[in-house]
């Protein structure tokens, strides 16, 4: 008998458009085209991590701001360092990166862990009555690789339920971008907008392009009658992001670095955009790494460059998705995912 829970990874595709890329049309609030899509995605996360508290084996060690102890901190055992680090996001990065956006008047993408948003009543009522989108990370902070389907798939079901409750929208989530996936996260919330009858706007796990582009549904697993639709997949970018001021590697070694490599990133993707060939520029950013003064004065000289300049475009991830799906609607025969490998 086939597995209720199967892995579902698509083929991998190395061509994708090719030297020819659609011309995506971004639009201007005022008429006329963009030379680029700026897509600001932040994070929710802040008392969704893994905690004594929550009744987790640990504390959170992924995206801190203080190294891992050596020798480790045993399991069982709160750390108030970790702890306290993550706190100041929602103290002091959340209403720095709100005030931010609303100065500059640009609309960005928060990525709701819910069980984060259900302890701090205040934010919710700050980011619901914001024209920034709310799309979903699932209940928890978690690495979902390491957790059952079973548990993974009750806990989706309870982020919708939450999110829809905080926000009193029955239409959310429109979108998903969950930060630890596993090879079998799309499917199951693919599954739950369709058990719900709750229409699925976009993923956005994938950092395989620069462009929006449609997969086959996962639910054909399930029923090809399912599938009609497909998956519209919005990529993410992870060079871009804030997490390399704490990563282990090759990271930012100051603010200036990261503003430094926004700027390049976007002038190369908007000159291509003025050669004819617009592209999307994902910034990812955590309240508790980039929420901190120094890092957040880099962000707002990198929201002043963007500013200053014409024919750009910064939108909500479910804009960007209304967008595609209105002026490229999926082709089953044209999806990508379904190249298969050429052999040895």
């Known amino acids: 008998m086939p597995s209720a829970f199967p892995d579902f990874l698509y083929e991998r595709e190395f061509v994708g458009y090719g030297m020819e890329t659609p011309d995506p049309k971004w ?29 987790d084996a640990g504390f959170e060690s992924h995206l801190t701001e203080i190294p891992a102890r050596t020798p480790p901190v045993p399991n069982g055992t709160r ?100 930060d630890r996936f596993s090879n079998i996260s799309p499917l199951l919330y693919a599954r739950e907008h369709e058990a719900r009858q709750l229409p699925l706007m976009y ?18 697993l399930d029923s090809k009658e399912k599938a009609s639709t497909g998956m519209l997949v919005i990529p993410v970018a992870h060079d871009t992001g804030d997490f390399k001021f704490v990563a282990a590697g090759s990271g930012w070694g100051s603010p200036k670095d990261f503003y430094d490599y926004l700027v390049d990133t976007f002038d190369t993707l908007y000159e291509e955009g003025e050669a004819g ?31 200053k300049k014409d024919k750009v475009w910064v939108a909500r991830r479910d ?20 190249t298969k490998q050429v052999p040895r």
Request: aromatic share 10%; net charge negative; with cysteine.
């Open 277 to 307: 060939e617009p592209k999307m520029m994902t910034v990812l950013l955590h309240p508790h790494i980039i929420g901190r003064p120094g890092r957040m004065a880099y962000l707002e000289k990198f929201l002043q460059y963007v500013s």
């Open 79 to 178: 750390l108030d360092t970790n702890e306290s680090s993550v706190e100041y996001g929602a103290r002091e990065g959340v209403p720095r990166l709100l005030k931010l956006f609303k100065k500059y008047d640009m609309k960005c993408t928060w990525n709701i862990c819910t069980q984060a948003l259900e302890q701090s009543p205040f934010w919710s009522k700050e980011l619901v009555a914001s024209p920034h989108e709310l799309c979903c990370a699932s209940k928890r902070f978690l690495d979902y690789s390491r957790i059952s389907p079973e548990e993974e798939s009750k806990q989706i079901g309870e982020a919708i339920d939450s999110l829809q409750k905080i926000t009193g929208d029955t239409s959310l989530p429109h979108g998903w971008l969950i």
């Open 27 to 55: 639009p201007l609030p005022g008429g006329g085209t963009a030379n680029i899509a700026i897509s600001f995605c932040c994070e929710y996360s802040m008392g969704a991590e893994s905690s004594i508290v929550h009744g």
């Open 203 to 220: 993923s956005s796990e994938s950092s395989s392009d620069e462009l929006p582009y449609w997969v086959p549904s996962p639910l054909a």
């Open 319 to 338: 804009e960007i998705a209304a967008h595609w799906t209105k002026t490229f609607p999926y082709d089953a025969k044209t999806a990508f995912g379904q």
